[in-house]
């Protein structure tokens, strides 16, 4: 683990791994408890708690993960409408939608680089047009040239998501993916989940498809195989084995049209009824005991719904897990107290090993969504925030700097001369000053104030503290001084850069973010028609 890992990345690791731990000691203990060398009752009785127990740690992990999955869905939908990526498709092409997109294929890069799990990121036009494209093969994502951009409007996936209404999302069922009309091998489990991004008017602009791979399901389900005598299924609603531990041949049977009789009640034709009766429960014959745990959508609840987002198909995820201990294979377990002394030892020692690499992947995903904050609310440059999450941060202080009685100061900054250092130095050394601007702003403000970059060469900053609230434009000056220290753009070449800087404060209760950006702009105008490198605040 990273040693520079902040404390709520810690707090948050410590407290899964402990929960885990616990709940896998106390799943050993359970099994360990029963003594398996006594009668057959006593037997029975403990294969079945142990498979209780085991499916419904199955069952939380699966919908653990799914539900994931679906929140990640809704975030990129987020993302693409906070960037109002449909009003850059519109444009002619040019340099700036090409420079738009291009952001937006790095910002989704990033995302399916630290995630691992997606086969693909797109973002599809009203027309099913892909916009952008992300692959993941072989440990690398990668953004799919335009030339290799294809049309999806005739694929189901883009045909159910049209259909969708807003904050509803699409979840086709798991299955194997085909490429030009064939089975991909090696085989490549996945699912596919598609949300509409609507606009500001509550019209439909794109959709957003991502491709699960459902082979990372499958091996964390692997987790919590503890007994090697026992067969692990995962069915669909159909009853087709998506999983089967001992059988891995029978998987995805419903993909072949001359294997379409390959259910489970094909291959269990006594227990077929039952099977099919049953969504939570167990099932005795004279050879075994068969425990079932329906996951995902039941009797219309679906546990992926959050928040005002909604699964329209609950069938697609409607699935059953399902093992079965055949007596024949079972092996009793008998010995001496110290026995099972040891045996429990090794519980642990497995408890700590599966508790660890479970909170670790619970980890992994908890800093991949950090990560994908920090991405949609800051300059990717200059780490500030970005327009949209300032203007957001802003409103709320200035709306409560109101109702407190309070004053804030709104503080636009403009480089002077910023062109001229990426004509004649290159963007390289455009790129070190703003980095050196955001460095001084950080120093100087610290986390006490909001800072932004708006774009280009313009930054804003909002005052509310008392501390910064008792003279803004000491802070004014103290920013022009420290701005104008060498910077070295090339090596051993050092350029100072100046600023203007235009200030306005709030006033009265009806005081609003757009007013007080206004009125900075034009102190900031003010200061530079002043002879620029210098200050300039509107009472």
């Not at 531990?245 to 379409?260: D, G, I, L, P």
Request: proline residues 2%; negative net charge; aromatic residues 10%.
């Amino acid at each position: 683990m990273n040693p520079t890992l902040t404390f709520s990345v810690v707090k948050f690791f410590c407290l899964r791994f402990v929960a885990i731990f616990f709940l896998l000691v106390t799943v050993f203990g359970g099994i360990i408890h029963y003594d398996k060398s006594a009668s057959e009752k006593a037997e029975k009785s403990n294969i079945r708690v142990e498979q209780k127990a085991l499916l419904e740690g199955k069952k939380q992990y699966i919908e653990w993960v799914m539900g994931s999955v679906v929140r990640e869905t809704a975030l990129l939908s987020d993302i693409m409408t906070a960037r109002r990526v449909y009003e850059v498709v519109e444009l002619l092409p040019n340099a700036k939608r090409e420079a738009e997109l291009t952001r937006l294929s790095t910002i989704l890069e990033a995302v399916s680089q630290r995630k691992e799990v997606y086969d693909q990121l797109r973002y599809l036009d009203m027309d099913g047009n892909e916009v952008v494209r992300i692959n993941f093969n072989d440990g690398h994502a990668k953004v799919v040239s335009k030339d290799q951009l294809q049309n999806k409007r005739h694929r189901y996936y883009f045909s159910k998501a049209l259909q969708l209404g807003c904050r509803k999302i699409y979840v086709s069922p798991l299955d194997l993916n085909v490429e030009h009309g064939q089975i991909e091998v090696p085989l490549k489990p996945m699912i596919r989940l598609a949300t509409p991004v609507y606009d500001d008017a509550g019209e439909k602009r794109g959709i957003v498809v991502v491709n699960y791979l459902a082979k990372y399901l499958m091996e964390g389900m692997a987790l919590f195989n503890l007994d090697m005598g026992t067969n692990y299924m995962l069915l669909n609603k159909d009853g087709y084995f998506l999983f089967n531990k001992q059988n891995r041949e029978s998987e995805f049977a419903f993909m072949y049209n001359h294997r379409k009789d390959e259910t489970i009640y094909n291959a269990f034709p006594q227990l077929a009824n039952e099977i099919r009766d049953t969504l939570s429960g167990q099932i005795e014959s004279e050879n075994g005991i068969m425990t079932i745990e329906s996951v995902g959508a039941v009797d219309r609840i679906n546990p992926y719904c959050f928040q005002e987002y909604h699964v329209s198909e609950n069938s697609s995820t409607a699935w059953k897990l399902v093992s079965y201990v055949d007596f024949a294979d079972r092996k009793e377990i008998s010995g001496s107290q110290y026995e099972r002394k040891w045996l429990m030892q090794v519980g642990v020692v497995l408890s700590i090993i599966l508790a660890y690499f479970i909170a670790r992947f619970q980890l992994r995903a908890f800093i991949d969504n950090q990560r994908i904050h920090h991405l949609a609310h800051h300059d990717s440059l200059t780490g500030l925030l970005n327009r949209a999450a300032f203007q957001a941060g802003a409103t709320e202080t200035i709306s409560q700097s109101v109702k407190a009685g309070k004053k804030a100061c709104l503080v636009y900054l403009d480089l002077d001369g910023f062109k001229f250092i990426n004509d004649e130095y290159g963007h390289a050394a455009g790129d070190k000053t703003l980095e050196h601007v955001a460095s001084v702003m950080n120093r100087i403000f610290g986390s006490k104030a909001l800072l932004a970059r708006l774009g280009g060469d313009e930054f804003a900053i909002l005052l509310s503290s008392q501390e910064h609230m008792q003279n803004p434009e000491h802070y004014a000056a103290s920013l022009i001084q420290l701005i104008q220290d060498p910077i070295e753009v090339l090596p051993d070449i050092f350029h100072q850069v100046t600023t203007s800087i235009g200030g306005c404060y709030t006033k009265g209760q009806d005081c609003t973010l757009e007013e007080l950006m206004h009125q900075a702009d034009m102190a900031m105008y003010e200061a530079k028609k002043a002879g620029k490198n210098r200050y300039f605040f509107i009472e």
